[in-house]
């Protein structure tokens, strides 16, 4: 199974209890859509190995971790095994997004071109620090340019050709 197809919704942080309950840290925008009784997981081992399809039973909520109750997993012992494993669903099972929203995994290795057709480089990260994300776009040449995802700047996201056109505010470059 290719991972690259994968999106991470959570990890397993810990157990809870002696009934076989796992301890979730989100790592999701939806977690009240991923983490729903019924709903079925994909767990992957740390460092590599075959991933073990789990089926939610119950699911708690507490100070923004998840508890879950794994169908078929009854005590501490059948799940402790999974401490450190990585939760995550198919690509096809993504939550669509509003205009104007992307997914990190279609933003990241975009290229950024100017609207004068300039190229400046690809998207190698996101940061968000406060009201906006910037997005970090490794040049060929150069220091690192950090592009405010404002409208002003952004000012066009074709996913498909994964390219972004913008416009350079002064001081930007």
Excluded at 39 to 45: E, I, M, S, V
């Amino acid at each position: 199974m290719a991972e690259e197809r994968m999106l991470n919704v959570g990890k397993i942080v810990n157990t809870h209890g002696i009934r076989g309950e796992v301890k979730i840290w989100p790592q999701t925008d939806f977690p009240d859509v991923r983490f729903r009784t019924g709903n079925r997981l994909l767990a992957f081992p740390p460092g590599g190995g075959d991933p073990v399809e789990l089926e939610i039973q119950s699911v708690r909520e507490q100070s923004s971790l998840y508890y879950l109750k794994l169908k078929g997993f009854d005590n501490i012992n059948d799940v402790e095994k999974f401490k450190g494993w990585e939760l995550k669903v198919r690509g096809e099972e993504r939550v669509p997004l509003e205009e104007g929203e992307y997914y990190v995994q279609d933003i990241v290795g975009c290229a950024v071109v100017t609207e004068e057709g300039e190229e400046l480089g690809q998207i190698a990260d996101i940061l968000s620090p406060g009201a906006n994300d910037v997005w970090i776009v490794k040049r060929p040449k150069g220091k690192e340019l950090l592009l405010p995802v404002i409208d002003d700047v952004v000012l066009d996201v074709d996913i498909a050709a994964k390219t972004v056109k913008v416009r350079l505010m002064e001081g930007l470059l």
